[in-house]
């Protein structure tokens, strides 16, 4: 990740911050989070969020004594930051892949520390559908390769789903594809 955003940004500490910011827009974290998240002084981590904080690429909040930030999503760049991290780790490659080829996928979530917006280098999937596990496994592989991360998936029925539901809504989960419903 940090060798494609490298050419562009020269702070490890921002390009982290990008991610764990822009992958998942709904998160929000505080100083001392981040600086033991990425192993760094909070004086690195406050150097750059003051920066992100004054391009106005993060809102920051008070709460209590801590100050929170989180992406600002009515930036004009947002969408395109938020493209680039998904393309940077590789998630965009998966999920194409998994639609054209590997059966009826009706929906994908990420769960675990990248639905937290934390790049860990496993990424863990949820697959609901009908996929096709061998392909699914040789698409897995390959992707690994390019994106320099385990993917981790699991499928599941809508049934199964469905059974399992209250379970996956306590923990942090993304959903990063659904099947559009045919209009009536």
């Given at each position: 990740m940090e060798n494609l955003f490298a050419g562009l940004i020269?702070?490890?500490?921002?390009?982290k911050l990008l991610v764990r910011f822009f992958f998942n827009p709904m998160t929000r974290a505080y100083l001392r989070e981040l600086a033991?998240?990425?192993n760094v002084s909070t004086n690195a981590v406050r150097e750059e969020l003051n920066q992100l904080t004054k391009t106005n690429l993060l809102k920051s909040e008070k709460n209590g004594r801590s100050v929170y930030y989180k992406a600002n999503q009515d930036h004009p760049l947002f969408p395109e930051?938020?493209?680039?991290?998904?393309?940077?780790?590789?998630?965009?490659?998966?999920?194409?892949?998994?639609?054209?080829?590997?059966?009826?996928?009706?929906?994908?979530?990420?769960?675990?520390?990248?639905a937290e917006g934390k790049d860990t280098g496993?990424?863990?999937l949820l697959l609901v559908g009908d996929i096709d596990q061998y392909h699914l496994n040789d698409l897995s592989r390959k992707t690994e390769?390019?994106?320099?991360?385990?993917?981790?998936?699991?499928?599941?029925?809508?049934d199964e789903y469905d059974?399992?539901?209250?379970?996956?809504?306590?923990r942090p989960r993304v959903l990063?594809?659904?099947a559009k419903q045919p209009q009536p």
């Amino acid at each position: 990740m940090e060798n494609l955003f490298a050419g562009l940004i020269s702070s490890k500490t921002r390009i982290k911050l990008l991610v764990r910011f822009f992958f998942n827009p709904m998160t929000r974290a505080y100083l001392r989070e981040l600086a033991k998240e990425f192993n760094v002084s909070t004086n690195a981590v406050r150097e750059e969020l003051n920066q992100l904080t004054k391009t106005n690429l993060l809102k920051s909040e008070k709460n209590g004594r801590s100050v929170y930030y989180k992406a600002n999503q009515d930036h004009p760049l947002f969408p395109e930051l938020k493209s680039m991290v998904s393309k940077v780790i590789g998630l965009d490659q998966v999920i194409d892949g998994i639609v054209t080829r590997l059966g009826d996928l009706e929906a994908a979530y990420l769960l675990g520390d990248y639905a937290e917006g934390k790049d860990t280098g496993i990424i863990d999937l949820l697959l609901v559908g009908d996929i096709d596990q061998y392909h699914l496994n040789d698409l897995s592989r390959k992707t690994e390769r390019y994106a320099r991360r385990k993917i981790r998936s699991l499928v599941l029925t809508r049934d199964e789903y469905d059974k399992f539901l209250a379970e996956f809504q306590s923990r942090p989960r993304v959903l990063i594809w659904e099947a559009k419903q045919p209009q009536p």
